[in-house]
C-alpha cells in the first residue's frame, strides 16, 4: 500500500498549460483504468475532476483532462485561470478492493 | 442532492477509542460502496477503509488494520467508523466518501480527529 508519486509542487501562469504526473506500479495504475484526480481547495473537500483515466464529470470544465501511459497517469490542465490554484490529488485501486492516493501537487498559479 | 455528514470527531487521549458517523441523504444509500479516506494537518489523502454495498465486505489500510472497524446501516443510511487504540498519527480530518466504480464521487465536509494528552 504505497503512496502513488506525484511532485509536490507545479505552477504556471494563466492561459498556460501545466501538467501533473502520477506515478504507481503495474500493481495499480498500471494494472487498471480506475484513476481518479481530485482538487482541493484550502478547507474543503476534495472534488472529483477526472475519473477512469480520461473521463470528466458533469460540470467540470473541458479544460481539465487526464491520460495514462504504463505507471504513470497525467493530469493536464489547459488554459489556466485563478481559480484553478488549489492542491491536485491522483488515486487509483490497487486490487484487492482497496485504493491508494498520491501525495498530493500544489499547483500555483503565477 | 446527494448529501454526506459527517460527526463524531474530537478530542481523545492516546489509546482511546471513538466512533464516526455519516448521515447520507439525496440518494439510494444501499446501493452504494462507502470509504473512509483522511488528512493529517498539512498533509496529503489517504484512503483508510471502505465498505460494500450490503456490508458484507471490507478492506482496510495497513496502518488502521486491526484497530478501526468499518459498518453500515442501511435503514439510517450511515456509515460508521469505530477506532480503538488510537495513536497520535490518527490526528486527521476524516472524510466519508461515495464510491463509484473507485473513484470518490461525492464527499463530506470531515469531521476533525485529535489524538492528544
Known amino acids: 500500500q504505497s503512496a502513488l508519486t506525484q511532485p509536490p509542487s507545479a505552477s504556471g501562469s494563466p492561459g498556460q498549460s501545466v501538467t501533473i504526473s502520477c506515478t504507481g506500479t503495474?500493481?495499480?495504475?498500471?494494472?487498471?483504468?480506475?484513476v481518479s484526480w481530485y482538487q482541493q481547495h484550502p478547507g474543503k473537500a476534495p472534488k472529483l475532476m477526472i475519473y477512469?483515466?480520461?473521463k470528466r464529470p458533469s460540470g467540470v470544465p473541458d479544460r481539465f483532462s487526464g491520460s495514462k501511459s504504463g505507471n504513470t497517469a497525467s493530469l493536464t490542465v489547459s488554459g489556466l485561470q485563478a481559480e484553478d490554484e488549489a492542491d491536485y490529488y491522483c488515486?487509483?485501486?490497487?486490487?484487492?478492493?482497496?485504493?491508494?492516493f498520491g501525495g498530493g501537487t500544489k499547483l500555483t498559479v503565477l | 442532492e446527494v448529501q454526506l455528514v459527517e460527526s463524531g470527531g474530537g478530542l481523545v487521549q492516546p489509546g482511546g477509542s471513538l466512533r464516526l458517523s455519516c448521515a447520507a441523504s439525496?440518494?439510494?444509500?444501499?446501493?452504494?460502496?462507502m470509504h473512509w479516506v483522511r488528512q493529517a494537518p498539512g498533509k496529503g489523502l489517504v484512503w483508510v477503509s471502505r465498505?460494500?454495498?450490503?456490508?458484507?465486505?471490507?478492506s482496510y489500510a495497513d496502518s488502521v488494520k486491526g484497530r478501526f472497524t468499518i459498518s453500515r446501516d442501511n435503514a439510517k443510511n450511515t456509515l460508521y467508523l469505530q477506532m480503538n487504540s488510537l495513536r497520535a498519527e490518527d490526528t486527521a480530518v476524516y472524510y466519508c466518501?461515495?464510491?463509484?466504480?473507485?473513484?470518490?464521487?461525492?464527499w463530506g465536509q470531515g469531521t476533525l480527529v485529535t489524538v492528544s494528552s
Open positions: 477512469e483515466v480520461s
Open positions: 503495474s500493481s495499480d495504475v498500471g494494472g487498471y483504468n480506475y
Open positions: 466518501a461515495r464510491d463509484e466504480a473507485w473513484r470518490f464521487d461525492y
Open positions: 465498505i460494500n454495498s450490503d456490508g458484507s465486505s471490507t
Open positions: 488515486s487509483s485501486y490497487a486490487g484487492s478492493t482497496i485504493s491508494v
Open positions: 439525496g440518494f439510494t444509500f444501499s446501493s452504494y460502496w
